[in-house]
């Protein structure tokens, strides 16, 4: 992965192979101010829509293609970017796929401020997920994967809250280790000067999991290992702003070769 700055945006970019293309943002290089500032890239915030507007804009001039940007809904449904472009703007869906050809001049774009940003790549086709919690543990992963039409061979994690902020309580803990093993569950309910109270867990050893059960290699998949919680000066966090915060986007597109 690299970091960048374009057309005034910082950035950090994902080296995928062929014809595939990942960006995320942070929230730097935006219009919007106070709560949501800068880069807010999410309509469905309390911003005002003219900055957010503008902000998308800017995003969308990077791939020079037309955004969709899906209804997140913390559910289990990917569907293709030019499927998802024909339908009603408000229809839940939490992953898309991309095709060089049938999605063509199309860029999936993915709001995130804590979640799991999860990109997949393979021979045919690319994929992008938005990992709640919900999702991860429900198994956006694995839907991601299978919905695309070549198999997964590399996979990107993007910035997100990191296990040493995601606390939750015993029960949800609990159903994490059934699903992912003990591993997911880094040391103790009290240790360490963590964001919060309650066991952690850690989302991206989860997601990591998921995808190894997907057939991608373990040495394949990319995680800078960026805390949106520790590195609130850079990303919107949920947790640690509370409800009324923008959203940094994961954007993803083809290329010809």
């Known amino acids: 992965m690299v970091v960048r700055e374009i057309a005034g945006i910082p950035l950090i970019e994902a080296t995928l192979p062929g014809p595939f293309r990942a960006l995320f943002t942070t929230r730097l290089g935006g219009e919007s101010s106070g709560t949501f500032a800068t880069l807010n890239l999410s309509s469905r915030s309390e911003d005002e829509p003219l900055f957010v ?18 209804a997140q809904a913390h559910g289990l449904r990917v569907a293709g970017a030019a ?26 774009l993915l709001l995130f401020a804590d979640c799991v940003p999860v990109v997949l790549c393979g021979e045919v086709d690319m994929a992008m997920a938005h990992g709640g919690w919900r999702g991860i543990l429900g198994g956006i992963v694995e839907q991601a994967g299978r919905a695309m039409m070549g ?27 059934a699903r992912f093993g003990a591993a997911v569950l880094p ?16 989302l991206w050893a989860a997601t990591t999991k998921a995808l190894v059960e997907l057939g991608v290699r373990e040495d394949q998949v990319v995680n800078p290992r960026l805390c949106t919680v520790c590195n609130n000066d850079l990303f919107f966090s949920h947790r640690k702003d509370g409800a009324v915060t923008g959203r940094q986007g994961c954007l993803g597109w083809t290329v010809e070769t």
């Open 187 to 202: 040391g103790s309910s009290e240790d360490g000067a963590s964001f919060g109270r309650g066991r952690r867990v850690d």
């Open 151 to 177: 198999p997964p061979g590399t996979a990107v994690i993007g910035p997100s809250i990191g296990p040493c902020c995601f606390r939750v309580d015993e029960e949800l803990a609990s159903a994490f280790a």
């Open 83 to 108: 499927e998802y472009f024909q339908q009603d703007p408000d229809t839940p869906c939490d992953g898309l796929t991309i095709h060089p050809e049938i999605d063509k001049g199309l860029a999936a």
């Open 53 to 70: 507007e503008r902000n998308r804009a800017r995003v969308a001039k990077l791939a020079d293609r037309l955004l969709v940007s899906p």
